[in-house]
């Protein structure tokens, strides 16, 4: 789950780390009221206005604007919202800015040196690892191809959690040494978010270190673990904005399937993580791609089933769709009506894509007739094999 940067802000402040003190804003108006608060609690002569939303490269798109008057708020306010923002991780189409957040501007009357830190998780030496430089701010992406010397690494044993040795010499590579103190701090508080909060990735770009040596996050990033959000309802119901979300991805979510989307044509759905894979083989095997990986569980009931096939209909890029379920906690049959269902209440009753089957195990003879009578176009196989000849001789015809 993405959080938007004030999210990200406030949890970051929930565990005693310095951000910059922000509003956030829905309408202009909003923005100029939030903007006098500001003014007055911060006696600056300026502030930032942010676009909010799933996405980096803000500054280098128009995203992030100074403002240094109430007239400027309501302007620079007023053409950021309601637009959609066009940055280099966005498609061509942009993202739609519902909320932007007034914020102090931290560099007034300072220029502070910009750190980049983050923390993330790395498979391959099943370590949390984070990841720093000294060359923090909007051009981060650039140095880390360019100077890749300039990007230092500190691997954190979940078993040991991060040590003290650990946190000097990021001090020291950081040139910190001044704020020792502060800065052991900060990191011992980031590492505890990090894991408190079930994150994917955390990522500060830039940290500064301003008078007084006040270590401050100026801009997150926070990607929370959506297999672990039931221990975090809170993030959930009150900070998911489902706006932003992929409509799909949320559907998903709520329908508790392992989904993930890709760039194939033909869809795929089955019940386990393994056979997944085998059977997205044979997909690329007959010729296709798949278009998705999707597990139903070894759970699943006729409505969960059902939800499941909606989605890969919902996929224009979908020519054909094979089915494989080996139905042992799972009933064949039910398998079969929760197909037979999604496809009879379909909106769009004139797209017929064709649909290979291939079940076996508890009540498969059944499903078999219930397929056979539904009079669909839903092909059955017997073995995965059959199943990827069929898919092979669909797309043919079709291309």
Not at 14 to 37: C, D, L, M, Q, R
Request: glycine share 8%.
């Amino acid at each position: 789950m993405n959080l938007h940067e004030f999210q990200g802000r406030e949890i970051l402040n929930s565990f005693s780390i310095k951000v910059p003190y922000g509003i956030v804003s829905n309408t202009p108006e909003e923005s100029v009221i939030a903007a006098k608060e500001i003014f007055e609690k911060t006696k600056k002569k300026s502030l930032v206005i942010k676009a909010q939303i799933h996405a980096g490269g803000r500054g280098k798109s128009g995203g992030i604007q100074i403002a240094k008057s109430l007239k400027e708020v309501y302007d620079k306010s007023k053409n950021i919202l309601g637009k959609y923002l066009v940055t280099p991780q966005t498609s061509k189409k942009g993202k739609l800015v519902r909320k932007v957040l007034i914020s102090e501007d931290v560099y007034y009357n300072n220029n502070p040196n910009e750190y980049y830190i983050s923390i993330l998780f790395n498979r391959d030496i099943e370590k949390n690892i984070i990841v720093f430089s000294k060359e923090g701010g909007m051009d981060i992406e650039e140095i880390s191809k360019i100077h890749p010397d300039k990007i230092y690494t500190e691997e954190i044993d979940p078993g040991l959690g991060i040590q003290s040795f650990q946190i000097r010499r990021m001090g020291y590579l950081l040139g910190m040494k001044n704020s020792t103190g502060k800065f052991r701090n900060f990191v011992i508080s980031l590492y505890k978010a990090y894991l408190s909060c079930d994150v994917l990735l955390l990522e500060i770009n830039p940290l500064i270190n301003i008078e007084a040596n006040n270590i401050l996050a100026v801009d997150t990033k926070i990607i929370l673990d959506d297999n672990a959000l039931f221990r975090h309802k809170k993030y959930y119901n009150e900070i998911r904005d489902q706006k932003k979300e992929d409509p799909i991805e949320m559907e998903v979510f709520e329908s508790k399937l392992n989904f993930i989307k890709l760039k194939g044509n033909v869809g795929c759905m089955v019940n386990g993580a393994g056979l997944a894979m085998a059977t997205m083989d044979m997909i690329q095997c007959s010729g296709g791609n798949p278009a998705n990986f999707l597990d139903i569980g070894g759970d699943a009931d006729k409505n969960r089933v059902e939800k499941a096939f909606r989605i890969i209909l919902k996929d224009e890029s979908v020519k054909a769709i094979l089915i494989n379920i080996f139905g042992g906690i799972v009933r064949c049959d039910t398998v079969a009506e929760g197909i037979i269902n999604s496809y009879q209440h379909k909106i769009d009753h004139n797209k017929k894509i064709p649909v290979v089957v291939r079940l076996q195990g508890t009540n498969e003879i059944m499903a078999k007739k219930m397929l056979k009578n539904s009079l669909l176009p839903i092909y059955y196989a017997d073995t995965l094999e059959k199943a990827a000849n069929k898919i092979k001789e669909i797309l043919l015809k079709k291309n």
